[in-house]
């Protein structure tokens, strides 16, 4: 389950050329934006309410693990935050 914000001063035509693109990436891309990097990832444990069990094919109160990403331009402008849930019993993470 993902929730992703981008900044309209940033890609004003943006849901526009998600809605064309399919993949936030490559409307980044079309509005104009080649690449970003991200600038931070928080992580934490917390329990699946009632709409995310529903989404994620568990029960309310099973365990879920939160990230919460900043991608940002060269410059330091935000470009995209995104909020991501995932079912704690059915993810592997590689941190580098």
């Known amino acids: 389950m993902f929730y992703s914000r981008i900044p309209t001063a940033i890609a004003p035509e943006f849901g526009a050329a998600l809605d064309e693109h399919g993949s936030?990436?490559?409307?980044l891309r079309a509005c104009g934006?080649?690449?970003y990097i991200?600038?931070?990832?928080?992580l934490m444990a917390v329990v699946a309410d009632?709409?995310?069990?529903?989404?994620l094919h568990c029960q309310p109160g099973d365990p879920l693990l939160r990230s919460d990403s900043v991608d940002a331009l060269a410059d330091g402008r935000i470009?995209?935050?995104g909020t991501s849930w995932f079912?704690?019993?059915?993810?592997r993470l590689l941190v580098d």
């Open 38 to 42: 991200r600038k931070s990832t928080s």
């Open 79 to 81: 470009v995209e935050v």
């Open 33 to 35: 934006i080649p690449d």
């Open 87 to 91: 079912r704690g019993d059915s993810i």
């Open 50 to 55: 009632a709409a995310q069990a529903r989404h």
């Open 24 to 27: 936030i990436t490559r409307a």
